[in-house]
């Protein structure tokens, strides 16, 4: 177990995958083994591995909220949101600190276009935390008040009001990785965009630009197709409020950005 352990630290999964196993065919596995396991399993892309031993670990510890949370990140992963929203549901039911499990949850719940459910259940928790769990909080609310005006045009003035409402808070969350202050900006210069405050919007693209180009140049592993997605959008977004402001040569340059964005319409 120790030197499982010591190569999962280190960062060898592989060995570590190899250890873990072995120690699972012993009657008396602790249940750490099985959440290590299906963590190293799922950092491996191996999910359907994954899923049978958080079978095999609920069926002797039912009621363990990590290997719920495992379990449920995994089918976030296959995208069966609507197994994942169960299984981490109860893992929250279980731990209600857990701010994996609320993130995973809310999360699969927007994978089932129920938008406005999962900011609720982000609200419920935000208006309770401290300053610090504010500002982790924040990403994940505007996020999801993007959502709701994208999926519910009729919802607009509800959604200038839930980003309205987090100004406030915006700047205790600080991320320091490249890719979290990315992601930041990408939304927030879209949230700024719903407020019609063209000029911050605008201001947040070009930041987000800059770290995009450096996280493509570094070739960063941590860029998804959720990025990408949202880079389209505000980009999008942003070449139609620049021709409006009369910014012909900003706003060309990112029309053609319009052509990737799904429509409901001929493009």
Not at 55 to 75: T, V
Request: net charge positive; glycine share 4%.
């Amino acid at each position: 177990l120790r030197d499982a352990i010591r190569s999962h630290a280190d960062g060898d999964i592989d060995n570590a995958i190899s250890l873990y196993s072995q120690l699972l065919e012993s009657p008396h596995a602790p249940k750490h083994v099985y959440q290590n396991l299906i963590s190293c399993l799922r950092s491996k892309q191996k999910l359907t591995e994954g899923l049978h031993v958080a079978k095999l670990g609920l069926a002797k510890f039912p009621n363990d909220a990590s290997i719920l949370l495992n379990q449920g990140n995994i089918f976030l992963d296959l995208k069966k949101y609507s197994q994942a929203f169960q299984s981490l549901r109860l893992s929250l039911s279980l731990d209600p600190s857990s701010f994996s499990a609320l993130l995973g949850m809310t999360s699969s719940l927007r994978g089932l276009k129920l938008p406005c459910l999962a900011y609720r259940s982000l609200l419920s928790v935000y208006l309770k935390s401290s300053k610090t769990d504010k500002g982790r909080l924040i990403p994940y609310l505007l996020n999801t008040a993007v959502e709701i005006n994208e999926l519910y045009p009729q919802l607009q003035s509800q959604s200038e009001s839930l980003i309205s409402s987090l100004q406030q808070d915006i700047d205790k969350y600080q991320p320091t990785s490249l890719i979290g202050k990315l992601r930041l900006y990408s939304v927030l210069c879209e949230a700024f965009s719903i407020l019609r405050q063209t000029d911050v919007a605008y201001d947040y693209y070009k930041k987000a630009e800059i770290l995009l180009d450096e996280s493509l140049a570094n070739k960063n592993g941590d860029l998804t197709g959720d990025d990408i997605k949202r880079w389209h959008s505000a980009s999008w977004n942003n070449a139609i409020n620049l021709l409006k402001m009369g910014d012909m040569k900003a706003g060309w340059k990112l029309y053609d950005h319009g052509l990737v964005v799904p429509t409901k319409t001929a493009q």
